[in-house]
């Protein structure tokens, strides 16, 4: 009896966690439409642009 | 990770920082693209030594100007990669990847982050464990967990995770 509330425990702890990584996955894709507004994202978009117009391509030796 | 017979070649990022250690990067067809770490501790709520240390990979386009499907871009992987390794900088650190599925792509996206990891130079490095989860309206939704293959936490580290696939996936 004991043991099968355990499990039953453990099953809605591992729905409840799967469902908070599901819900964050979906937050992060919400937040990414609203990026660029983000004035420290626009300045790092520009510092590559212009740092990718100087080499001549954005591609590096990583 | 720099070969010098072999040099990797990838696209230029900048890491931003913040609250979601973000990172960006621009490719050939002015795609910008933003990965970010977001802290996600509550994962290992019965591993206080690696709560800190975990992290949700999360990979977007947040501009695309010519508003075009994304190509296949060969730059991708050692650019992923490069990214993951800068910020692997400690041995506890654990990374989750959760493949969304809301747009039933999510398999092919899964195949392709398998696919850079398998085959980039640094994957020896690292242990990476899949799960898939069955979701009550039988769409399955896919995470891997990537450790460094020195954390000293790993094995429980990868024992939880995988414990969490077998009690999600229990009948309900």
Redesign the interface.
Known sequence: METKIN?EQ??L???E??K???A???K??EE??Y??QNP??QE??Q???K??AE?G?????? | MQNEEHPLLGYDFEFLGGLDNSYYFITKNEIVYEVKFKTSGYVFDKLPAIQSHTFEFIIEVIENPKGTAVPFDNMMRNTVAAIILDFFNHDKTVVIYVCDTSDARGMARFRKFNSWFSTHPAAAKFSKHDIGLMEVNETPFFASIITRIDNPLGRQVVWQFLELATQYNQPK
């Open positions: 499990a453990s099953s702890e591992a729905q966690l799967a908070k990584l599901i964050s996955k979906k992060a894709h990414a439409k990026a660029m420290q994202v790092v978009v510092r590559l642009k740092r990718n080499r391509t954005p591609i590096i030796r990583l």
